[in-house]
């Protein structure tokens, strides 16, 4: 092996130019130059796969023991090692930038979700710039770098088509090219996709066979092999994270109707099903105890009879989701095997990034954005069994049970976001390296964490830890490589202290023991109470000879739980965890929050052609009177089409034009819909349509009465019932001019949505200013910049 002649620590590496003789005719024959290098790794370098799933449990993968068949997680596992107490953070975006990073959560500033980022530094969603990221030094180190699907850590403030796309992947990420979503989930059937920092559309329909898993699957499939093509002597660097298993819970139906009849006996027979198949496979120790039930859920026996067929059928769709996810995954290994690479390549499959979701209610959700905006009882037992055929289908924005989640985290207690918990952080994790793992097929059970990753890469591809990255000194990896577990399965661990929190659910892990405290349950996301930091109840587990941490032990020995608390409180300091934060619906604000806002104001002017707006790069009609301004030109033959549309089939409202007359709908989770459309057409020529909503008040989600105007005259009039108060859409936008994603209105479809005729300008105030129900034209750019 030739001697590494760079001086890797600082990047992008320094030229530095050899001396010798400099000619002044190129045909001398004393000219003589070294050549020209491609940068490559150190010598042997593997390429590199990170394979992330999304709100997986440890028990739900059947190569952990749970009912969901998983045989390309088997298949890594047989040729390589399980992990069996590898840990995440319990929530999506703080474990993907900890592990991208290998520094811990709020050290990145990844608190918690960047939707709901304040302005403290260990929450505020902001990665330091002392903290460059995996890929980054990868790629100035020589490889080929590529992110498919998810990125849930552009801060929100950043994510509209205007950037800055610092955050972004393909920008300050480090990846060369990326292909997927901005945001914590996305409808698989018609997901907002980017390749790099552009909007792009799917390249078929849901009526086509589309499905964002397969095709992201398809793209990072051609993208290896090109770069193999091209590049051979050059490793990659591949980080494959589909949107998958998170709400929605969208697959094919006949993916669900494999496992149709397999979950009748409900949650708790599933959990004793599943710790028995964990026993047999050895994938926990033999003494390990199944924890029991809390009683914030429910037993099945409890739950009434005639939802128990709605209930089935959500976990037989999720378990079709995690399989065909799978699946699609084994294309991608099986892809890399047919190059004759995979046994160059170091594989991590990480299944989940915290613990299963219990974010879908008691009974499960048709849309789970009713239980984000506190109005879950629109769906009724009987709403649901009328829904029960169309779960997992581009109609739904499905999610499962509490006690699902609860049982694909068997044997532990609690799940995502219960940071104290196991159930909350602990996931089965595969390594597949055969250029490292001596003897494959074996089982680890170290302490790890996700921080760990990063420099485990950095250590099995012969690279140091960089000092500076682009100018900047860069802070210590918070993180230990787990390479020096691969060959040994009874080395001491060298991860031996970690701090855990989320929303107030806080724990701290030492050298084999584990002092949790859970603050708040998190399919509460409205109303309830929590208590005082200080009154909060601390447990006691020692993880020696407690696996699933079923035996507090905090009674027996006071003395080592109070060592454990103020250690987790140094900890805390140390990495910008306190203070401590567990406001939810405070946090979606961002004035109350404290974190930058795109929009000043109440007002904003919107011009055609622009789309893909988040809900943070709008203002917020929430909760409050608005209207809605458009300057059109009409032709002769009259308009039709959508003037401006916020959200979509899940929620939303749109001010369009049908069969030439202006119409404006507010749709309510997709249960409800409220139409008001005026008495007349649109005459030809320049007009202003206005739309005046009047909000009833008296509190959030109330309804209004609506008015349409065309040029300041009354057109028509009609009723809103009731409004969404927290939040549209987690994956649909806004779009002027036509609809992208899915439709508001059923009136008509994203191909046939966009506006025939001509707009010149739309404007949004939010509040009960009227304009007399008519903007004067030349003054409309004053106002609304005064109002901003």
């Known amino acids: ?172 990420g480090g990846f060369e090219t990326f292909y997927g979503f901005i945001g914590g989930e996305n409808n698989q059937w018609d997901p907002a996709l980017y390749d790099g920092t552009t909007p792009v559309e799917p390249p078929a329909t849901p009526e086509e066979g589309y499905h964002l898993t397969e095709d992201l699957a398809d793209r990072a499939i051609g993208w290896i092999r090109s770069q193999k093509s091209l590049m051979p002597d050059k490793p990659f660097f591949v980080y494959f994270a589909p949107g998958a298993t998170h709400a929605p819970h969208h697959v094919p139906k006949e993916w669900a109707d494999r496992y149709t009849g397999e979950f009748a006996r409900g949650w708790d027979a599933q959990r004793e099903q599943t710790f028995a198949r964990q026993k047999e496979l050895g994938v926990i120790p033999a003494d390990a105890e199944l924890t029991p039930r809390h009683d914030e859920i429910p037993a099945w026996d409890d739950m009434p009879d005639d939802l128990k067929p709605v209930l089935e059928r959500e976990m037989e769709v999720y378990a079709g989701f995690l399989e065909h996810t799978d699946h699609h995954v084994g294309r991608l290994i099986d892809a890399i095997e047919d190059l004759g690479v995979l046994d160059d390549t170091i594989v991590y499959y990480i299944i989940g990034d915290n613990g299963a979701s219990a974010e879908g209610t008691l009974n499960g959700a048709f849309n789970e954005m009713a239980n984000f905006n506190g109005m879950a009882a629109l769906e009724t037992p009987e709403f649901m069994r009328s829904k029960v055929d169309e779960f997992g289908s581009p109609s739904s924005y499905n999610h499962y049970s509490v006690g699902w989640a609860w049982a694909m985290d068997t044997p532990f207690q609690w799940t995502k976001q219960v940071a104290s918990h196991w159930g909350g952080t ?48 860069q802070s210590p990896m918070e993180g230990t490589s787990m390479l020096y577990a691969f060959n040994d399965a009874d080395a001491p661990e060298r991860h031996d202290l970690q701090y855990f929190e989320m929303f107030g659910n806080r724990g701290i892990y030492h050298r084999g023991w584990s002092a949790v405290t859970k603050h708040r349950t998190p399919w509460q996301l409205v109303g309830g109470t929590v208590p005082a930091f200080d009154d909060d109840v601390w447990e006691l587990y020692d993880g020696s000879s407690d696996y699933s941490q079923a035996r507090d032990l905090a009674a027996d020995d006071p003395q080592r739980l109070h060592e454990l608390q103020r250690l987790w409180l140094i900890e805390a300091v140390k990495y910008n965890v306190v203070p401590l934060d567990d406001r939810t619906g405070d946090r979606l604000d961002p004035v109350l929050a404290g974190r930058p806002t795109l929009i000043r104001g109440d007002s904003q002017l919107l011009f055609p052609g622009m789309g893909r707006l988040s809900e943070h790069s709008v203002v917020s009609i929430k909760n409050r009177s608005f209207s809605v301004t458009a300057e059109v030109e009409v032709p002769e033959a009259g308009a039709e089409g959508v003037i401006v549309a916020q959200g979509g089939r899940f929620g939303g409202w749109s001010l369009y034009v049908s ?78 001019g036509y609809e992208s994603g899915t439709t508001v209105s059923p009136d008509y479809t994203v191909s046939t949505s966009r506006f025939r005729g001509r707009i010149n300008w739309v404007q949004i105030d939010a509040g009960d200013d009227s304009h007399d129900h008519f903007i004067d034209p030349d003054e409309r750019l004053r106002i609304a910049m005064a109002r901003q």
């Open 659 to 736: 069969g030439g007359a202006a119409k404006f709908v507010y749709n309510v989770l997709g249960i409800q819909s409220f139409a008001t459309t005026a008495d007349r057409p649109v005459p030809s020529g320049v007009h202003q349509v206005r739309m005046e909503f009047a909000y009833d008040g008296g509190g959030l989600a109330k309804g209004g009465d609506v008015t349409l105007y065309y040029d300041g005259e009354a057109a028509g009039t009609g009723r809103v019932g009731a409004t969404q108060p927290m939040i549209f859409s987690a994956d649909e936008t806004t779009d002027v």
């Open 426 to 473: 602990r996931n089965g994790t595969i390594v597949r390296w055969p250029g490292g793992i001596e003897q494959p097929g074996g089982l680890r059970s170290q302490f790890t964490h996700c921080i760990d990753v990063a420099p485990t890469v950095l250590e099995a591809a012969g690279l140091p830890e960089p000092t500076v990255v682009n100018g900047v000194q």
């Open 1 to 172: 092996m030739r001697p590494d002649r760079h001086a890797r620590t600082m990047l992008p590496i320094p030229d530095r130019p050899r001396p010798g003789l400099t000619t002044y005719d190129a045909k001398d024959p004393a000219t003589s130059y070294p050549p020209i290098e491609t940068l490559l790794p150190p010598e042997g370098a593997p390429n590199v796969l990170i394979v992330l799933l999304d709100d997986v449990g440890f028990g739900a993968s059947s190569a952990f023991g749970g009912p969901c068949r998983t045989p390309t997680a088997e298949r890594l596992a047989a040729g390589g090692l399980r992990f069996n107490r590898f840990h995440t953070t319990a929530l999506c975006a703080p474990t993907r930038q900890a592990m991208l990073t290998g520094r811990n959560h709020h050290s990145v500033g990844m608190g918690s979700i960047t939707e709901t980022a304040t302005s403290a530094p260990g929450n505020n969603s902001l990665r330091p710039n002392t903290k460059a990221p995996l890929a980054m030094t990868l790629k100035l180190n020589g490889y080929s770098t590529a992110q498919f699907g998810k990125c849930h850590e552009v801060p929100v403030w950043q994510s509209s088509p205007m950037g800055p796309f610092d955050a972004w992947p393909s920008a300050g």
